[in-house]
């Protein structure tokens, strides 16, 4: 359904989110580790985050990744996976076609509506808050 750099940065966010909901920061080696993600991947999506301003990248030895926890309720996974994957989830056909629409359907074009609008509900729902929330309670994990 993702992209796998979009399966990472989702995970690389809530990684940094678990962090900086306890106003640390992380740096790449930490966050790909927590994530299982080769750094040098990791690195270009977390490059993509920040120019989107989704996370904060502090340089020097006290440096790192941060998301102000402000605005950690803020950002719904939908923010994130737009930035990496675009909105072709949310549009585009089920099965790939370059033209589908109600008039000329895809196979599937019918069935996927209620998913497609089911996914954009939670997605847009659900931020970064609420994961961190879930994976440093011990409730959810990003890596078994």
Do not use: W
């Amino acid at each position: 359904m993702f992209s796998k750099a979009c399966e990472y940065g989702l995970k690389a966010m809530i990684s940094i989110a678990t962090k900086s909901e306890k106003g640390q920061r992380t740096n790449l080696k930490e966050i790909s580790k927590d994530i299982n993600s080769p750094e040098q991947f990791t690195a270009k999506i977390l490059q993509q985050l920040s120019r989107n301003k989704l996370i904060h990248s502090v340089q020097g030895a006290h440096g790192g990744f941060e998301i102000q926890k402000e605005n950690l309720g803020k950002i719904k996974l939908i923010d994130i996976v737009k930035t990496i994957d675009g909105d072709k989830l949310f549009v585009g056909c089920g099965l790939g076609l370059n033209e589908c629409d109600a008039s000329k359907p895809c196979p599937i074009h019918h069935r996927f509506i209620g998913i497609r609008e089911n996914l954009t509900k939670v997605l847009s729902e659900t931020s970064l808050e609420k994961m961190s929330h879930d994976v440093n309670g011990g409730l959810a994990f990003l890596n078994r």
